[in-house]
């Protein structure tokens, strides 16, 4: 049996596949944390929008008789509610539904606030702690809190070894022409468990995605060498003010921006941002399951013989 034939009839006997498993497997685990990480705070980017229109107290209504107070009164009103503070740029509303801005000053902190321009009441914090949070976490994804020239081309580095985990991990899903399907679905009654199966079956329907994320990743950290690589390839670049090209669309995947403007779609890709993690725990409890458990079975019969 040539390889070609064992590759294609039985490719768990190909010393090959054993490699690019080991390089998968091992990928996978010293990634994980990263890839957690990333894959999590991914969905803070997409959160953000959505988070600012739940959380930001700028919306108020007018309630009926009541006229909005002139700038004067809400000025003196200010002076009374934020006595402890000075008071500093003020944006008075332009329109009815909207409540007036106010930065007040503290010890040298600048605290941005919403004011009810008709009842003269204190809205809160215009960056309460929940839109603080998305915000700290998208800025864990873009630059991981290093600042954005050592966290990028960090990033861009992670993005690398992602892609050559996609692609191993696109290897190894081959099982053979008798049982390749079994990669594409979930069967209940499979001789796979449930945990490989999940691993399976999401990584060969996200591969388009796995490669966005990493491409435009890398793309990110090392922007001048991924563009060189592609036009070697006789490719268009998709950086600076020609963003078209294959790298253009790895980009406006990554970025969600194919039907961003529908609330299902931005949903969509919010819980797409989450298969990295599905990826990660479902292989971790099949290699603890096969390796760890397996080996730790043996030291105890060892011991026990």
């Keep these: 049996m040539n390889f070609f034939q064992r590759w294609a009839q039985a490719p768990q006997t190909s010393l090959l596949r054993r490699a690019l498993f080991q390089v998968h497997l091992w990928l996978g685990i010293g990634l994980g944390l990263y890839v957690l ?27 009926d008789g009541v006229e909005e107070l002139s700038e004067d009164e809400q000025r003196a009103r200010m002076e009374e509610i934020y006595a402890d503070y000075q008071l500093g740029f003020t944006m008075y509303s332009m329109e009815a539904d909207k409540a007036t801005y106010i930065v007040l000053q503290k010890d040298g902190e600048y605290i941005p606030h919403y004011f009810n321009q008709y009842t003269g009441e204190d809205l809160g914090l215009a960056r309460p702690w929940q839109i603080k949070t998305v915000e700290w976490m998208a800025d864990w994804h873009d ?59 999401c990584g060969f329907w996200a591969l388009l995605l796995m490669l966005s994320w990493g491409v435009s990743g890398f793309q990110l950290g090392f922007p001048q060498q991924l563009n060189a690589i592609v036009e070697f390839f006789g490719g268009e670049p998709g950086f600076g003010p020609n963003r078209g090209g294959v790298l253009g669309f790895f980009r406006d ?53």
């Design 143 to 201: 630059d991981l809190l290093l600042g954005r020239e050592l966290g990028r081309r960090i990033n861009g580095a992670g993005g690398a070894l992602f892609i050559l985990m996609s692609f191993t991990g696109l290897i190894i899903w081959w099982q053979g022409k008798k049982r390749w399907w079994e990669g594409l679905v979930i069967i209940p009654w499979s001789s796979r468990s449930i945990w490989w199966q999940i691993h399976s079956f």
């Design 253 to 305: 995947v990554h970025f969600a921006r194919p039907g961003s403007q529908y609330s299902l779609a931005r949903w969509s890709w919010i819980f797409a941002s989450f298969l990295p993690t599905v990826m990660f725990i479902t292989g971790l409890i099949v290699w603890w399951r096969r390796v760890v458990m397996r080996w730790f079975n043996r030291i105890r019969n060892a011991l026990r013989s």
């Design 37 to 63: 990480v990333i894959s999590i705070s991914g969905s803070a980017i997409l959160l953000k929008s959505p988070f600012y229109g739940w959380f930001e107290p700028k919306n108020v209504t007018q309630p």
